[in-house]
């Protein structure tokens, strides 16, 4: 796998799945989710443009979360240098998904036409709303008002027409084509809670201020129920079909990466102490509370079964342990569960659970370093191997 998210050898096959494989093989033409082989173009920006990953936004959300966690733990020159990267991270993406749009529109409708490629594309917003959560801890509330308000839109969007075109599709996902990817829907519902949580004292106008939270607890609500459906019909996916190690990857991780997000919308709802928001959270805090630390505790749950997965994966079968663009979705969960630890105990007087986040806080930095610093060298060596033809030309 290259940095840029294609496999070697299958550059002209960008966006495919391994589902989209499986039902080309039984469909053929007459699928419409049948993935077209799409010439890569020449050169290294333009190809990487082309090729890049729908999710790719899961560095903004994994960098940005770290961010955030280092800076709660009061390490904040970390947590700073992290916060440049993520600004630094969004910036180019946001330049590469626009340039992608407008240049390289038969590549994004071949992402889209796959549901499991395209709910990739809800990283976009929980990458955006991480983002704006850690900006509102720097003191820049607006500029992380209109990052959430951006990113609610996208997600609006997204939330309908995802549904719909499997609807108006004739052919539905089979339950080998669900996997973790699908989650990222919740964790973009859950970081949209978040954000209204976050920027409700600061919002602009009055009435914001006044149904932010009540918003924030509607959002919150959603996504623990798109959670309970979703995870359902992952663990029968992971239970009753035969998993290959490529399909093994990275993105299973959400499924404690949700609970972990879930658990810290339900904590800032919790945490807000304004007046527009003191009758709800009085009357949703005990609940909030049972149910957060019961998906606390399935979260905990999923960490050793996760490892486990990752052995059999990566020892047992062998699988190359190269950089991919999902890895990313390892390391935000991992920082996200210490945010959600360090939240959820500082609110309910679990003093326990900030003990751990404390703790595991380095775990998720170092995942952070070790996953960027494979990215670099998987760039290095693209790089490398671009110029030896050139190079070879030359003598």
């Not at 071949?110 to 900006?135: K, W």
């Not at 990566?314 to 950089?323: A, D, I, N, Q, S």
């Amino acid at each position: 796998m290259s940095w840029l998210g294609v496999p070697k050898g299958d550059e002209g096959a960008t966006g495919e799945t391994t589902g989209a494989r499986r039902r080309d093989a039984r469909q053929g033409d007459t699928d419409r989710f049948a993935t077209q082989r799409l010439t890569v173009p020449d050169g290294l920006v333009r190809r990487a443009i082309a090729t890049l990953d729908p999710g790719y936004f899961a560095w903004v959300m994994a960098t940005g979360i770290i961010s955030v966690g280092t800076d709660l733990l009061g390490d904040h020159l970390l947590s700073q240098v992290v916060l440049g990267v993520t600004v630094a991270a969004f910036v180019g993406l946001v330049l590469a998904y626009t340039a992608r749009l407008v240049w390289f529109a038969p590549f994004v409708r071949q992402s889209a036409a796959d549901p499991t490629t395209a709910m990739a594309y809800f990283t976009v917003v929980a990458g955006t709303d991480v983002l704006a959560v850690r900006l509102v801890m720097a003191t820049h509330p607006l500029v992380a008002f209109a990052l959430g308000t951006a990113a609610a839109a996208v997600w609006l969007g997204l939330t309908y027409a995802l549904p719909w075109s499997i609807v108006a599709a004739a052919h539905r996902p089979v339950l080998g084509e669900i996997n973790g990817t699908w989650l990222v829907w919740v964790v973009a519902t859950q970081s949209l809670s978040i954000v209204a949580a976050a920027t409700a004292p600061s919002a602009p106008a009055t009435w914001l201020r006044a149904n932010l939270p009540a918003v924030a607890v509607c959002l919150w609500g959603l996504g623990v129920m798109l959670y309970l459906v979703l995870i359902v019909i992952i663990f029968l996916r992971l239970l009753v079909i035969e998993v290959t190690p490529a399909e093994m990857g990275p993105a299973y991780w959400i499924a404690m990466g949700a609970t972990a997000i879930s658990v810290r919308a339900a904590a800032g709802i919790i945490a807000l102490h304004d007046p527009h928001s003191a009758v709800l959270v009085a009357v949703m805090r005990p609940f909030m509370i049972g149910l957060s630390v019961a998906l606390w505790a399935f979260g905990t749950w999923w960490i050793p079964l996760l490892v486990l997965l990752g052995i059999w994966r990566y020892l047992l079968r062998r699988y190359p342990r190269t950089y991919e663009p999902r890895l990313w979705n390892v390391v935000f969960p991992l920082g996200m569960y210490t945010v959600a630890s360090f939240s959820l105990g500082r609110v309910s007087g679990l003093g326990f659970m900030a003990s751990i986040a404390r703790v595991w806080v380095w775990v998720g930095v170092a995942a952070w370093v070790g996953v960027l610093s494979l990215m670099a060298g998987a760039l290095v060596r693209t790089l490398v191997e671009r110029r030896r033809p050139e190079s070879g030309c030359v003598s």
